[in-house]
Structures are given as C-alpha cells and as structure tokens.
C-alpha cells in the first residue's frame, strides 16, 4: 500500500486532490494517461514535485468543470515539452504557479485556450 498524507479533501462532494503519496512521486518519469477530470474542481499541486517527471501526456484532458490549477506542475524542472493547447479553460479562475520553476520547459502552446 502506498502511504499517503491527507489525500483527499471533500469541496461540495467532489474530491480534490491535495498531496502526493511520499517517496515515489519523485520516481516517476513518464505519465500517460487519459482522465476524464469534469467532476474535479481542482488539480492544486496534483504533480507538484514531480523532479524526474519527463513526460506527461495531458493532451486529451477534460479541464471542463475545473476550477483551480494551481501549482499543477510546479517544480516539475525536468519537462521541456508540455501539450497543453486544447485544454478548455473557461472555468478556471487561478492558474497561480500552474508552470512555475519548469526550468527545461521550451515550449508551452495555450494558442487554443479559451
């Protein structure tokens, strides 16, 4: 069983993910999933920390409902490409430090984002 801290908190009955397991966030390199996340209202620090996350496709995410990304991929200083154009962020109201301290970050496309 992976220990986890204080996982999840209850926002209108709808849970939101806090922190991180300990110890194997900061193994993963690679995240490759397709998530439907339109009954979430927020993704606060949901990868924060992640130092050797490579990769991550969130391409295909449905961000409809949410509310809050911040932190999202704070620290995460090993990503240098992240898909993230045709997220719909119309309900997102605080993007604070979504992308901070991704020092290898080259490109980041929010062309599409409306």
Do not use: H
């Not at 908190?9 to 998530?35: A, D, E, G, L, M």
């Not at 009954?39 to 809050?68: A, G, P, R």
């Amino acid at each position: 069983m992976i220990p986890y801290k204080d996982t999840f908190v209850y926002r209108n009955n709808t849970p939101t993910i806090t922190y991180q397991p300990y110890n194997f966030s900061q193994t993963i390199k690679n995240i490759n999933f397709n998530v439907d996340f339109s009954k979430t209202n927020s993704l606060d620090s949901m990868f924060k920390n992640m130092f050797n996350l490579t990769n991550i496709n969130c391409s295909n995410w449905n961000l409809t409902n949410v509310e809050v990304i911040s932190n999202l991929f704070d620290n995460c200083n090993n990503i240098k490409t992240l898909d993230v154009k045709d997220w719909n962020t119309q309900s997102i109201t605080n993007f604070s430090s979504a992308f901070l301290g991704m020092k290898n970050l080259n490109t980041l496309d929010i062309s599409n984002w409306k």
